[in-house]
């Protein structure tokens, strides 16, 4: 191969810091230092579990896509339907449904909402909603000059802001003294790895890689396996950033653990910290980090579900999918954070789990030849559980099966699939291979 189509060390670093930038946004600033404030003494295995499932997973997501050659294959290996409903599922919900209006929620609730007051929230959101998606539609219009705008610029920027944060943080001379509160007590490592759930970049690593291929390609990379590569060395680096950053924000909210313990979000508490670091200054520097990374990751996912539909459906082309989505963002984003956030748990409950599997099969199984049935009967018995488990979180029981089912080893913890999964391989690498 021509080594002209091989990126530069500098030029992967950029695609590396692209992806991280549309990896963080809301949730990832206000988890760890709830976290760490909940985790109290037990910070260590609650970050520990953080980190596999808003790190970890991520990464191997990225991974597994670059070499099944797409979302929509790797799901393939389970049936054809499934590739399509789920395809289309983790897009919508990682798109208009769910993380695009939070991008719009959050930032307005860190950044306006303390200006305009409770009395003009509503009216406040709805003009800084249209503003910040009309800045987002934008500049995803040009989904293939990602790398120039996020990844030379707007990443950049973000990080040296946290590392500001961070910085106070270092010289407030506080140590993490209180004990573990809720599940924190019991099982801080699964806690954690459950909160990890709500970071959302499990689901989202399955999809960003259709843009970031697409970025790649365009820096003159030509052979597949040059971008597969590429785009495997970008998401260590994603992975790696992200890590750094959580534990940086696990730290700033552990030095205000003893005096934010009555604070029932990560959002106050970082609003805290930056007073206690900053005093007035503090707010605004904390503002301007919720908007870069909330309008980082509305960018990136506006690119990604837009580029997605405009090959499922040819009929509409892709800017016209990202006004769509942008508008259909603002109109959801108006209904409230909070109401965005207690429905995105039971969703992701359901989904999670079968991304997490899938994830793992890609590992242990190529899809093709003996074994090859692991794939629909692991999934199967993944979905079953998972949506058995997310209806109960919404208050539905179904009669006998739900009682049945809670009886799973971890189903308490939202873990109960675990078990289904593995009986799942087991028995699909025992079929044989032309069973019905």
């Known amino acids: 191969m021509d080594r002209s189509e091989r990126l530069s060390g500098k030029k992967v670093l950029i695609v590396g810091l692209t992806l991280f930038s549309m990896f963080f946004g809301a949730g990832n600033l206000i988890f760890p230092p709830f976290l760490a404030v909940q985790a109290g003494t037990s910070i260590i295995p609650a970050a520990a579990g953080f980190l596999i499932s808003a790190v970890g997973l991520p990464v191997l997501g990225v991974i597994a896509v670059a070499y099944s050659g797409g979302l929509e294959k790797l799901a393939g290996r389970v049936h054809p339907a499934f590739a399509q409903l789920f395809t289309i599922l983790i897009y919508l919900s990682i798109g208009p449904f769910l993380a695009i209006p939070r991008t719009a929620g959050t930032s307005f609730e860190m950044t306006l909402l303390p200006l305009v007051g409770e009395g003009g929230k509503a009216a406040g959101q709805l003009l800084y909603s249209i503003v910040f998606f009309t800045i987002a539609m934008v500049m995803a219009f040009n989904p293939d000059k990602l790398t120039e705008r996020l990844g030379k ?260 913890l939202g873990l109960g699939w675990l078990i289904p999964a593995a009986i799942g391989i087991g028995i699909g690498r025992m079929l044989p291979e032309h069973s019905r």
């Open 153 to 412: 610029i707007l990443c950049p920027a973000l990080l040296i802001l946290i590392f500001v944060m961070f910085a106070g943080s270092v010289f407030y001379h506080q140590t993490i003294s209180g004990e573990p509160a809720g599940a924190y007590q019991r099982a801080a490592a699964v806690t954690g790895f459950l909160e990890g759930y709500q970071t959302m970049d499990t689901i989202a690593a399955l999809n960003f890689g259709i843009v970031i291929a697409l970025n790649i390609r365009a820096m003159g990379v030509r052979e597949d396996s040059q971008v597969v590569r590429t785009t495997i060395h970008s998401g260590m680096i994603a992975g790696l950033l992200l890590a750094l950053i959580y534990m940086a924000l696990a730290y700033v909210g552990g030095q205000v653990q003893a005096e934010a313990a009555s604070l029932d979000n990560g959002a106050r508490i970082l609003t805290f910290a930056a007073g206690r670091f900053y005093g007035n200054t503090g707010a605004l520097l904390l503002g301007v980090i919720f908007f870069i990374a909330c309008l980082n990751t509305c960018i990136g996912l506006l690119s990604c579900c837009s580029k997605y539909f405009s090959t499922l459906v040819p009929g509409i082309g892709y800017r016209a999918w990202v006004v769509l989505f942008a508008v259909t963002s603002v109109v959801i984003a108006n209904a409230g954070l909070s109401r965005i956030l207690a429905f995105s748990v039971p969703v992701l409950n359901a989904i999670y789990p079968v991304a997490i599997v899938l994830i793992a099969l890609s590992f242990i199984h190529r899809g093709e030849g003996a074994g090859r049935k692991m794939y629909p009967a692991a999934i199967l018995l993944t979905g079953i559980v998972s949506v058995i488990y997310s209806l109960e979180q919404t208050r539905i029981v179904i009669p006998v099966i739900t009682g049945a089912v809670s009886l799973l080893p971890g189903y308490g």
